[in-house]
C-alpha cells in the first residue's frame, strides 16, 4: 500500500512514522475535517527504509538529518531555517564539512573542522555524525526525489503557523506540539501515550510531523528552503 514516512534519530537507532497514503492527511493544520492514523516504529538502521523508498513502495520520506554538506562555508538552508524559526533557531545545528564524517573522536572531528572551515563543532553535533554517515552513505541524488531533509522545528512552524514557544523537552513543548499534531493525526494522543523502547516522547512527535511533512512533499504543497547543491550532487534544502 503507498505510503509516506517520516523518520528522526533517537538512542537505539530511528523512530519511524508511517501514514497510507489511501487516508488523506490534511496539508495545514487549519483543516480538521480528515485528520489521519499513523503506524510507528523503531529501526536500528535505515536499510529497509531505504530499500523500500528505492523501489517506490514508499512513496516519499523525511528525515531530520543534514542531507547534503558544505565544502567549507556555511549551509545557506540553515542560515536560512535560524531566520525563520525565531525563538527555536538554536535548534538548528550548522551542518558538518563532510570531511567531518570520517571523523573518529570529537577532538579529531573538532580538527578537521578547523582545517577545512576555521570553525570548530560542537559536542551535541558531534554526536550525531554518526546518523548523518548512514545517511550519507545510503543517499544519492536520485534518491533524493524522494526522501529528503525535514526540521521538525521548521514543519511545527509550518504547521501551527508559527514558531513553538516552549522547547520540545519540556511538558509546555510537548502539549503545544501535540495540540498542533491533534489537528493532522486522529490518533495521536494514543499512539504517542505509548512507549518506544530507547525513544524519548519528542522524538515520536519530530517524526509524526516529519510523516505530515512528507505527505506535503508526496503532494507538491511543501516549502523548500535552499537547494544549492554541494560536491556529490545533493542538494542541501530543508523541506516543510
Known amino acids: 500500500m503507498p505510503s509516506v514516512v517520516g523518520i528522526d534519530g533517537c538512542r537505539v537507532g530511528w523512530v519511524v512514522v508511517t501514514v497510507p497514503l489511501h487516508e488523506a492527511v490534511p496539508l495545514s ?3 480538521t475535517s480528515e485528520a489521519a492514523s499513523a503506524a510507528v516504529r523503531v529501526v536500528t538502521d535505515l536499510s529497509e527504509v531505504v530499500a523500500d523508498l528505492q523501489a517506490s513502495r514508499t512513496t516519499a520520506g523525511t528525515i531530520d538529518i543534514p542531507i547534503g554538506l558544505p565544502g567549507r562555508d556555511p549551509r545557506a538552508v540553515d542560515i536560512e531555517a535560524r531566520k525563520r524559526l525565531g525563538p527555536r533557531r ?3 545545528f550548522p551542518a558538518p564539512v563532510r570531511p567531518v564524517l570520517a571523523a573518529g573522536t570529537y577532538d579529531e572531528a573538532c580538527a578537521i573542522s578547523r582545517g577545512v572551515c576555521g570553525r570548530g563543532i560542537s559536542q551535541q553535533l ?3 555524525v554518526p546518523k548523518i554517515r548512514e545517511v550519507d552513505d545510503l543517499q544519492s541524488p536520485a534518491l533524493q526525489q524522494r526522501f529528503v531533509e525535514m526540521h521538525p522545528e521548521l514543519s511545527f512552524t509550518e504547521l501551527a503557523g508559527a514558531p513553538m514557544q516552549f522547547h520540545k523537552s519540556t511538558t509546555e513543548g510537548r502539549a503545544e506540539r501535540l495540540l498542533a ?3 493532522v493525526f486522529r490518533d495521536i494522543d494514543t499512539v504517542c501515550g505509548a512507549r518506544w523502547r ?3 516522547p519528542d522524538d515520536v512527535l ?3 510531523v516529519g510523516a505530515w511533512t512528507a505527505r506535503r512533499f508526496a503532494a507538491g504543497a511543501h516549502l523548500q528552503l535552499g537547494g544549492a547543491l554541494d560536491e556529490t550532487g545533493l542538494r542541501m534544502e530543508m523541506i516543510a
Open 90 to 92: 538554536s535548534s538548528v
Open 126 to 128: 558531534f554526536n550525531i
Open 198 to 200: 530507547g525513544t524519548r
Open 206 to 208: 519530530d517524526a509524526f
Open 181 to 183: 499534531l491533534r489537528t
Open 29 to 31: 493544520g487549519r483543516d
